[in-house]
């Protein structure tokens, strides 16, 4: 069996109670026409989530050191924010929105690096506080990251973004949705960045010849390494 772990208000987790505060919160949004009594129950936790989250402040891996050497959190900052945006987008309560912007000054995201995976959601926080907030910082901030992964980061011989040797196509993606989504916002030049998103789900479908989705095109993963 495997052994379960938890935070309490003793050994806290914002980090990640906040990225599942901003999980159900997300979900709340996209069930609410077909299941609104569940979503609801989804949108009441991810609230209780997020209180609980800014009010114990802590990053989750100092607590449960167990994780530390698997998943290591290196701020709990972004998460915070992220939780408050998803929170604003699911009820449109100006509170959430205001705690968004006051969690982004506190923990400084404004000097942060750019990026968005399991760790770091600082250019998704960009993203979504451009399509809600008046700061002309987010749209600066998201364009500046994605103009680099566009212009200047580093590509495998056929064209997979290289962010990091592990899980490199994960992070190719997530650039790709980024980039998907901030030219629909008209953040940056909507044709350079549709290309390179393109160019990287079309890779990960196989336009290599080699597809990383089983059963999708004719070569694909056929055993679990």
């Known amino acids: 069996a495997r052994p379960a772990y938890k935070i309490t208000t003793s050994a806290p987790g914002s980090d990640l109670a906040g990225e599942t505060a901003a999980a159900l919160a997300a979900a709340s949004i996209v069930l609410k026409s077909a299941d609104s009594s569940?979503?609801?129950?989804?949108?009441?936790?991810?609230?209780?989530?997020?209180?609980?989250?800014?009010?114990?402040?802590?990053?989750?891996?100092?607590?449960?050191?167990?994780?530390?050497?698997?998943?290591?959190?290196?701020?709990?900052?972004?998460?915070?924010?992220?939780?408050?945006?998803?929170?604003?987008?699911?009820?449109k309560d100006n509170t959430y929105l205001t705690q968004a912007e006051s969690l982004y000054q506190e923990g400084n995201l404004q000097n942060s690096n750019g990026g968005f995976d399991w760790d770091t959601k600082t250019s998704a926080v960009e993203i979504l506080m451009s399509q809600i907030s008046s700061n002309s910082i987010h749209k600066t901030k998201a364009k500046s990251y994605l103009d680099y992964m566009v212009n200047n980061q580093q590509k495998t011989p056929k064209g997979l973004l290289y962010i990091d040797q592990w899980g490199t196509l994960r992070h190719a993606c997530n650039v790709a949705y980024l980039l998907l989504q901030a030219s629909r916002l008209g953040i940056g030049d909507s044709t350079s960045y549709t290309k390179m998103a393109k160019s990287q789900m079309d890779?990960?479908?196989?336009?290599?010849?080699?597809?990383?989705?089983?059963?999708?095109?004719?070569?694909?993963?056929t055993h679990a390494q």
Do not use: C, M
């Open 38 to 91: 569940y979503a609801a129950t989804l949108l009441t936790h991810a609230k209780q989530l997020f209180n609980f989250a800014n009010t114990h402040r802590g990053i989750y891996s100092q607590s449960i050191s167990d994780a530390a050497g698997f998943y290591s959190s290196s701020s709990y900052a972004d998460e915070l924010v992220w939780a408050a945006v998803w929170l604003y987008k699911a009820t």
């Open 203 to 221: 890779y990960a479908l196989g336009s290599t010849g080699f597809s990383y989705v089983i059963g999708v095109g004719s070569k694909y993963p």
